[in-house]
């Protein structure tokens, strides 16, 4: 996503914006709303960030047993997601890490 698509990561939506994406869990994933859907069991490594800023991200897992992310790309801490409850991860562009909020 282009820095110029931002308003796609605002808290403030209206019925223009995208509606939420659900997209399968992979070690590499793209979102490209501020709020996405999970779905599988394959642990995340990495998220790839949609604008060069800061931003959050809110991903809701919908398998009965998520993965736990992993720090071998660019989340800070790992973390055990549970399923249908929402993980908010906040993008620093210092550090070029997602922290979770545990």
């Excluded at 790839?48 to 991200?57: L, S």
């Amino acid at each position: 996503m282009s820095d110029l698509q931002f308003q796609q990561l605002s808290t403030v939506q209206d019925i223009a914006q995208p509606v939420p994406p659900t997209i399968a869990s992979a070690t590499t994933i793209s979102p490209t709303t501020r709020l996405t859907f999970i779905t599988g069991t394959v642990a995340i490594q990495t998220i790839n960030p949609f604008t060069t800023g800061y931003h959050e991200i809110v991903l809701i897992f919908t398998s009965g047993a998520p993965a736990a992310f992993s720090v071998a790309g660019n989340i800070k801490t790992a973390a055990l997601p549970v399923q249908n409850i929402p993980v908010v991860l906040y993008w620093d562009p210092t550090t070029q890490l997602w922290w979770p909020a545990v």
